[in-house]
């Protein structure tokens, strides 16, 4: 393990650091803040007009020892003080009872974070059992009136914010009946017994379901007075919004954590969500397929009925069903019918492109973080600054408008946001990458747990702004919709290959999950891999997380992840620890590189991370450090395929190194390369002459 001080990799918000104070069971960070002085009333008794008057030039602030020997001190001079800087300790890391006593922090605004932070992530380190017997031992055993107060408050705010952790079926619902409740009533807490009584009522009564499968079913009779193309599009988007709303509001946000998820441990929100958008996915391509003696004009006329329904969920603000429908649409066995695409109106396909750059993957999804940041909590869609989208979400808007005939204004009603989860899972992931769950000899990282709550704190909010949706269930709808067929990746890839056999390569206009990222370069060719079994290897890669769930239980069965959340394409992208000997410290930062990424880039940013911003890049060279060597980059290689990622994920380790402390070594690096290749080129020379006499 690498020294104390490497094991915390500090972001932009760990600015104010001061200092940090290490225990045998904890690792305390110590932070100055700079806070209104109270003056004593010993000063406030003698506080004259005319200093007063001088207060607006005071000093900015003060020590804390100014409280303490106050008959020494010139009465004049502290008077006018109107800042003091205090000192603010946050832990850092620590075991479980010191973690769970740190929530009896002074410090009012501390110590409500760090009970929101422990609450919403505590399932990644902990169980309910185990948290609760600790909060039972402090409180039974502490004569601090202060911390059994903040133990009491934390057994309630457990209770009333998750719930579900005490339903039944869950370790908590034992620990409500034969825990919990015994405590209250051995310690006389009487609305602590009357609130656990209640939710053991409740409890029987009452199961929440959160998946689609609970919806309502009618006879077939009623199926038949919908079909696809008669259906407004504007109430089609309506009632995947209500599905999608169900399931959202009901989701687990502490399920997202990167370390849960991976092991799909108790996710059954998320599970029940990626059921949803592989469903939808697959229905979109069912729908174009499965009739095998229409023409491709009326394949094409169900395109763009999909491309208009993506228009009014744009409208309603339904990110995740908008990109299913997307992801539908940009999979192998669509994607490859040229001459059904060549169908498509221009007007249509610019639209459908504009919608598609929503969801690139350029700059770490930029456009999806920039318009879930402007949209989030407003009542309708608001462009961004940019006049490129004001353009583009008026044009979209309007076209909405005219397929209805009515305006915005009269049928329109405040939305909420449902965006698309794929994107947070894949932050949640990183972060449990990039991060170790244990520092200091195995102290649980509490600060990895921080900065996995700021993304599930949006989730949070998201989830708020989404109960504004005012929307009805129509059951007929979904008795319906639930009857559509969900095609497997083979069966849809075979339908493809029947409509347009697949003769020379197709020509494409995207490489990465966006079909209009990359829509300018209409020219490049692509070739879909076939892989043994003659299906098509699916060329979306809207995540890295949502495999293993390729089983539907809706529509006509089959594997479901038959496009967008299951991709086969390589990584392309890797979380590495950078630092640098030119701060005088190990202190590493965390930074992603992706498969576009050189040499110069990478040092570039990796001198940002460090705060270096100011030094020249050229000045510096990467090197990669591995247990029983380095290895050293050329000033223009292409860094992801270069580096060795053989070790633990998240292990990946670079330095930025000033060249002038390094000349020696690189001359001897380069001296070593030299004969490397010359080595190389001698066996080259042998095998070729060896080939030759064979």
């Known amino acids: 393990m690498e020294s104390n001080d490497t094991n915390f990799q500090q972001s932009g918000s760990d600015n104010g650091l001061w200092a940090e104070e290490k225990e045998v069971d904890a690792v305390w960070g110590v932070f100055l803040k700079k806070i209104r002085y109270q003056r004593p009333s010993s000063i406030v008794q003698i506080v004259q007009p005319a200093a007063t008057g001088r207060s607006s030039g005071s000093a900015s602030g003060t020590y804390s020892s100014i409280g303490s020997g106050i008959d020494e001190v010139d009465h004049g001079e502290i008077a006018h003080l109107m800042w003091e800087t205090v000192r603010v300790r946050v832990l850092r890391a620590g075991t479980l009872r010191k973690i769970v006593e740190a929530m009896s922090n002074d410090n009012l605004d501390v110590q409500a974070t760090h009970l929101s932070v422990f609450l919403a992530t505590y399932r990644a380190f902990a169980t309910p059992t185990e948290v609760l017997k600790e909060i039972i031992y402090l409180y039974t055993h502490s004569s601090q009136e202060f911390l059994r107060k903040t133990m009491l408050d934390c057994l309630n705010a457990w209770l009333d914010s998750y719930s579900e952790d005490f339903e039944q079926g869950a370790d908590g619902y034992h620990c409500l ?38 919806l309502r079913t009618f006879s077939p009779q009623n199926i038949k007075t919908y079909s696809l193309m008669f259906i407004p599009e504007s109430h089609f988007a309506q009632q995947l919004t209500y599905f999608d709303k169900e399931l959202f509001l009901n989701l687990r946000v502490w399920e997202c954590l990167g370390g849960l998820w991976k092991r799909r441990c108790g996710c059954g929100s998320v599970v029940a969500t990626v059921e949803q958008f592989n469903a939808l996915s697959g229905r979109v391509v069912a729908t174009i397929l499965l009739d095998s003696s229409v023409s491709f004009q009326q394949r094409a006329k169900v395109l763009e009925k999909w491309i208009r329904i993506s228009q009014e969920l744009r409208q309603l603000k339904n990110f995740s069903s908008l990109k299913a429908i997307i992801s539908g649409l940009e999979s192998n066995p669509i994607f490859r019918l040229s001459k059904l695409w060549h169908y498509i109106s221009k007007d249509r396909l610019a639209i459908y492109s504009q919608l598609s750059q929503i969801f690139s993957e350029e700059n770490n999804r930029m456009a999806q973080r920039s318009l879930l940041e402007a949209e989030g909590t407003a009542k309708f869609p608001t462009p961004s600054k940019s006049p490129k989208d004001r353009r583009f979400l008026s044009r979209v808007l309007r076209s909405s408008q005219g397929t209805r005939g009515t305006s915005c204004a009269e049928n329109d009603s405040p939305n909420g946001t449902i965006p698309y989860l794929g994107t947070f899972l894949t932050d949640l992931t990183f972060i449990d990458s990039a991060y170790p769950d244990f520092v200091h000899d195995g102290l649980i990282n509490f600060e990895k747990r921080k900065k996995e709550f700021e993304v599930l704190a949006q989730l949070k909010l998201l989830q708020g702004s989404a109960k504004g949706y005012r929307l009805e269930e129509d059951p007929y709808f979904t008795a319906w919709y639930n009857s559509l067929m969900v095609l497997d990746d083979k069966t849809a890839y075979e339908l493809s290959i029947a409509i347009q056999p697949e003769r020379t390569p197709v020509k494409g206009h995207r490489k990465s999950d966006s079909f209009a990222s990359n829509s300018s370069s209409e020219n490049t060719e692509t070739v879909l891999p076939l892989n043994r079994k003659g299906s098509v290897q699916s060329s979306n890669e809207s995540s890295i997380l949502y495999s293993g769930h390729g089983d539907s239980g809706t529509g006509g069965g089959g594997n479901s992840a038959i496009v967008g959340l299951v991709s086969a394409t390589p990584e392309t992208s890797v979380v590495v620890r950078v630092s640098t000997p030119a701060k005088g410290d190990v202190m590493y930062k965390s930074m992603l590189v992706s498969n576009s990424d050189h040499t110069p880039q990478v040092i570039t940013q990796a001198l940002e991370k460090l705060g270096l911003e100011d030094e020249e890049p050229k000045k510096f060279s990467l090197v990669q450090v591995l247990p029983n060597k380095e290895l050293k980059f050329p000033p223009n290689a292409n860094v992801f395929y270069a580096l060795d990622t053989s070790g633990i994920p998240g292990s990946v380790r670079l330095e930025v190194r000033p060249i002038t402390t390094n000349l020696k070594a690189n001359q001897h690096m380069s001296q070593s390369t030299t004969s490397i290749n010359n080595n190389n080129n001698v066996s080259k020379l042998n095998q070729n002459s060896q080939h030759q006499r064979f």
């Open 177 to 214: 009946r034969k825990v919990i409740l015994p405590f209250a009533q051995a310690e006389g807490l009487t609305s602590l017994a009357l609130k656990v009584q209640y939710k053991l009522r409740c409890r029987r009564k009452m199961r929440k379901s959160t998946s689609l499968h609970s």
